[in-house]
Nanobody, 121 residues
Framework: QLQASGGGLVQAGGSLRLSCAASGRTLSGYDMGWFRQAPGKEREFVAAINWRFGSTWYANSVKGRFTISRDNAKNTVYLQMSSLKSDDTAVYYC????????????????WGQGTQVTVSS
């Protein structure tokens, strides 16, 4: 199971760092992805990282503002979010995938409870 945390209320232009911790499972061999879901919308891809090689890929909407990283020792993935906009408001989820470099939510699993990010303008 994956547990996302670190969300909160922030003003536009501010920053937040989200964490995704895995319990009872090593993340080696997985791609770890961050997705978000706003009310009335589908879950959309934000960023992902290959655990073994550290390669990353991002949605165009967050490229240059968000950075995904991992900590092997803590079995944790992070999403550093900067220059936040009101459009970034959503519940953020992390998931794990064995499908290479996927941006599809259906290719990810082990979803845990998300964390709410609210950006005020």
């Amino acid at each position: 199971q994956l547990q996302a945390s670190g969300g909160g209320l922030v003003q536009a232009g501010g920053s937040l760092r989200l964490s995704c911790a895995a319990s009872g499972r090593t993340l080696s061999g997985y791609d770890m992805g961050w997705f978000r879901q706003a009310p009335g919308k589908e879950r959309e891809f934000v960023a992902a990282i290959n655990w073994r090689f550290g390669s990353t890929w991002y949605a165009n909407s967050v490229k240059g503002r968000f950075t995904i990283s991992r900590d092997n020792a803590k079995n944790t993935v992070y999403l550093q979010m900067s220059s936040l906009k009101s459009d970034d408001t959503a519940v953020y989820y992390c998931g794990a995938s064995v499908t290479g470099r996927s941006r599809k939510a259906t290719d990810y699993g082990y979803w845990g409870q998300g964390t709410q990010v609210t950006v005020s303008s």
